[in-house]
Each structure stands twice: as C-alpha cells, then as structure tokens.
C-alpha cells in the first residue's frame, strides 16, 4: 500500500513548533542544516527544513533511501551522532557525509506512542560540531518525543473528526430514513382504505335498492370482508407506526367513564360471537387518565385472542379494576395451557399459534396490545397452566395523567 506522503507532509504542516524546534536546533548546535524526515522502508522525505548552507533541499524533497543514514536508524532504531566524520572510525569511510559534503552530523528517531517508527529529525553541516554532550542529545530527544506526541494526537484528532463526520451523516440519513417511513404510513393508510371505503360505500348503495335473498347474502358477505379487512389495515399501520414510526401515539382522556367504553367492547363482541358466553366485572371506580379508543382496540384483541384459543363452551371474564394505585385490566379463558416455548414469542410480530384451518389474521393482536400498553406506560403480561390463561394489563394511574 503507498505512503501518503501529502499527508505526511500537511500532519507536520500542522504542528506550529516545528519551524521554532528547527531554529533552535540550528542556533544551539550552529549547524546549518535541520530537517524533519518521513522514513519509510524504501522511502526519504523531507517534511520540514531548516537550510541556511544551500543544501537544496524544500519541503516534499526526496532523497534516495539507501544514500542517508536515515535508513540504518530506522533499522537499529537508535539516534547516530557524529562530532567530525574524519575523526569518527565508524563513519569515516561511510559514503552519506562524501556525497553529501557533511563533517557534523545527528539524526533522532521520531516514534509514535504505539511505538512505529515514523521518521527522524536530522541535522547537518560541513564543519565539525560538538554533538555528542548529554545536553544536545537529551534536547533532540525531547524534541523528537514532542514531534511525535503531535503526530499522534493530529491522528487522533484527525480520526474524531472523520468519526464526527460519519455521525453527522449517519444522523442526517436517519432523519431521511425517519421521513420516509413517515410517509410510508401515510401513503400506506391513504391507498389501503379508499379503495376499502369505496367498497364500503358501494354495499351500503346497493343495501338501499331492491334485492333478491341471493344479492342480500352477497351484500352482507362484502360487508363482514370489509370490516375484517378494515382491521387488518388498523392492525398493519399500528404495526408500522410502532416498529417504523415514532411508536403509537395515544390522545388521553378522562371524560368519559372508562367502564362504559370496556362494557361496548363486549357487546359488540358478544354480537359478533352469539355462542360464546363473555362474563365482565368491572370495578373502575377511579377517573383513568387514557387512551379509551386504544384500551378498546387492547380489550378487543385480547377478547378475540381467547375466543380463538379457548375452550368454547367455557365462559371467557374480563375484570377491570382501580385498586392500589393502578388499573388493572384482564381477560381469563380456560382451555389448553400455553406450552412455554410458545409464551416467550407470543407478544411479537408475526407470531401466530395455528388454533384451527380456518383461523384468520396476520399475528399482529397481542403485539399490538403489548405497544398499547407500553405506550401507556404500562405492561402486558400473561400466566397460563391447567385452570386458565390470564393476560394482564397493569398501568400505575400516577403515570396515567
């Protein structure tokens, strides 16, 4: 993978000690050459430069690799300090200081704080130098630790600010996604129930001309399909709005006695289901600060869901009670337990327990009671064994206001 070196150069561009760190390096050891270097393993750079002997040498400038003494720092990863390259036994034949002109000579290893090897901070002149004191290697040393903490920190930052970024456009595309599932809803209720509504319209017209027993029975029978149909779009925008939305929205009120609204659910069910006996003892005594049309619709679904359920000549009781501090809502079937591994999925989406061939519907009931009940602040829970299966909705009244 190549080195960006332009970035290398603009992180180094970044830090504003560099030029100062480069005159001091040249007024304390009054050599007329110093340079930050990126050292790569077949690459010389020149990322910052102090040259007041001409050496020729801008920033982005490269140097062959295999030419500097750069390259065998980088390997023994440790500085090299030359006072006179003729007195010095090591370097004195080396080729670096004959083809570069140099007698002085001192280079520091510029590492990061996960240890890599970055570069090096060099400096060079032709005259001789005292270098090799305590006092001009500590200060090259503090110098390359202080270069390279930079380094590491404009990475750092460099990376939060790409982090940053990604969350800003992460958190600008939740927004489009949020409108467009808005809108979802909204086109999904708009396309399902006119067509529905017009279908309503249509039987209830044809209800008002003369008809034959057969036309009656047809009538009726589009009638029952609309109004089963009319629940299932109800339950499909609940379930869109709880799982694509903000989650179901509730339009509180107490003015009208909660009871009478539980007793209507169950008329209309009894209605619905001639032979099945439905038993209500209600003892709302309390105003509940509510939902009522939502508690209806949770009533309802859980109604429903003992009717298809339970035993059908066993009585099914709904108890409504304001004891305590809470309102408490159930409904008792008796019949088969629930197996247990059928309770941990009952409350979610999609999730139907085959009852008979005929049974209708998308699964959607108890999930959607269970979001009624946590959008109330409430909770929804069920017990089943041999006597009975009981689904509960508690809801504390103080949040109920």
């Given at each position: 993978?190549?080195?960006?070196?332009?970035?290398?150069?603009?992180?180094?561009?970044?830090?504003?000690?560099?030029?100062?760190?480069?005159?001091?390096?040249?007024?304390?050891?009054?050599?007329?050459?110093?340079?930050?270097?990126?050292?790569?393993?077949?690459?010389?750079?020149?990322?910052?430069?102090?040259?007041?002997?001409?050496?020729?040498?801008?920033?982005?400038?490269?140097?062959?690799?295999?030419?500097?003494?750069?390259?065998?720092?980088?390997?023994?990863?440790?500085?090299?300090?030359?006072?006179?390259?003729?007195?010095?036994?090591?370097?004195?034949?080396?080729?670096?200081?004959?083809?570069?002109?140099?007698?002085?000579?001192?280079?520091?290893?510029?590492?990061?704080?996960?240890?890599?090897?970055?570069?090096?901070?060099?400096?060079?002149?032709?005259?001789?130098?005292?270098?090799?004191?305590?006092?001009?290697?500590?200060?090259?040393?503090?110098?390359?630790?202080?270069?390279?903490?930079?380094?590491?920190?404009g990475e750092r930052?460099?990376?939060?600010?790409?982090?940053?970024?990604?969350s800003e456009a992460?958190?600008?595309?939740?927004?489009?996604?949020?409108?467009?599932?808005?809108?979802?809803?909204?086109?999904?209720?708009?396309?399902?129930?006119?067509?529905?509504?017009?279908?309503?319209?249509?039987?209830?017209?044809?209800?008002?001309?003369?008809?034959?027993?057969?036309?009656?029975?047809?009538?009726?029978?589009?009638?029952?399909?609309?109004?089963?149909?009319?629940?299932?779009?109800?339950?499909?925008?609940?379930?869109?709005?709880?799982?694509?939305?903000?989650?179901?929205?509730?339009?509180?009120?107490?003015?009208?006695?909660?009871?009478?609204?539980?007793?209507?659910?169950?008329?209309?069910?009894?209605?619905?289901?001639?032979?099945?006996?439905?038993?209500?003892?209600?003892?709302?005594?309390?105003?509940?600060?509510?939902?009522?049309?939502?508690?209806?619709?949770?009533?309802?679904?859980?109604?429903?869901?003992?009717?298809?359920?339970?035993?059908?000549?066993?009585?099914?009781?709904?108890?409504?009670?304001?004891?305590?501090?809470?309102?408490?809502?159930?409904?008792?079937?008796?019949?088969?337990?629930?197996?247990?591994?059928?309770?941990?999925?009952?409350?979610?989406?999609?999730?139907?327990?085959?009852?008979?061939?005929?049974?209708?519907?998308?699964?959607l009931g108890l999930?959607?009671?269970?979001?009624?009940?946590?959008?109330?602040?409430?909770?929804?829970?069920?017990?089943?064994?041999?006597?009975?299966?009981?689904?509960?909705?508690?809801?504390?009244?103080?949040?109920?206001?």
């Open positions: 993978m190549p080195t960006d070196f332009e970035a290398d150069l603009a992180a180094i561009d970044r830090i504003q000690a560099v030029p100062t760190i480069l005159e001091v390096v040249c007024r304390t050891t009054g050599m007329g050459f110093a340079a930050v270097a990126r050292v790569t393993e077949d690459r010389w750079i020149a990322c910052a430069v102090r040259d007041d002997i001409q050496f020729g040498l801008q920033p982005g400038g490269e140097l062959k690799l295999e030419t500097t003494i750069c390259h065998e720092i980088r390997q023994a990863g440790k500085e090299v300090v030359i006072d006179h390259v003729a007195e010095d036994q090591t370097y004195c034949r080396h080729h670096t200081p004959a083809m570069y002109g140099f007698q002085s000579y001192i280079s520091m290893p510029l590492v990061l704080a996960d240890g890599s090897f970055w570069g090096t901070l060099c400096a060079i002149d032709p005259r001789p130098a005292r270098l090799n004191t305590p006092v001009t290697i500590g200060m090259f040393k503090l110098f390359a630790e202080l270069i390279g903490f930079h380094l590491q920190a930052l460099a990376a939060s600010e790409a982090n940053l970024a990604t992460d958190l600008l595309d939740e927004r489009k996604t949020s409108e467009l599932r808005e809108q979802f809803i909204a086109v999904l209720g708009h396309d399902l129930r006119n067509p529905l509504a017009s279908i309503d319209a249509g039987a209830k017209m044809l209800l008002r001309e003369p008809l034959s027993p057969k036309g009656m029975t047809v009538v009726d029978l589009v009638q029952s399909s609309v109004k089963r149909m009319a629940e299932l779009i109800d339950n499909v925008l609940d379930f869109a709005r709880g799982r694509l939305g903000s989650g179901l929205t509730l339009e509180r009120d107490a003015r009208v006695p909660l009871g009478e609204v539980l007793e209507q659910v169950v008329d209309e069910l009894r209605a619905a289901w001639p032979d099945r006996r439905i038993e209500t003892r209600l003892a709302v005594t309390k105003t509940v600060s509510c939902d009522r049309a939502r508690i209806a619709q949770l009533l309802s679904n859980l109604v429903a869901n003992a009717i298809t359920h339970g035993a059908s000549e066993e009585t099914i009781v709904v108890h409504a009670s304001t004891l305590g501090g809470n309102f408490e809502l159930s409904v008792a079937n008796q019949g088969e337990p629930i197996p247990p591994a059928t309770m941990k999925r009952l409350f979610q989406p999609f999730f139907r327990v085959a009852a008979r061939p005929s049974q209708q519907g998308l699964g999930y959607i009671a269970c979001e009624i009940a946590r959008a109330h602040g409430g909770s929804l829970d069920v017990t089943s064994d041999q006597e009975e299966t009981r689904f509960t909705f508690r809801m504390p009244l103080a949040q109920a206001i």
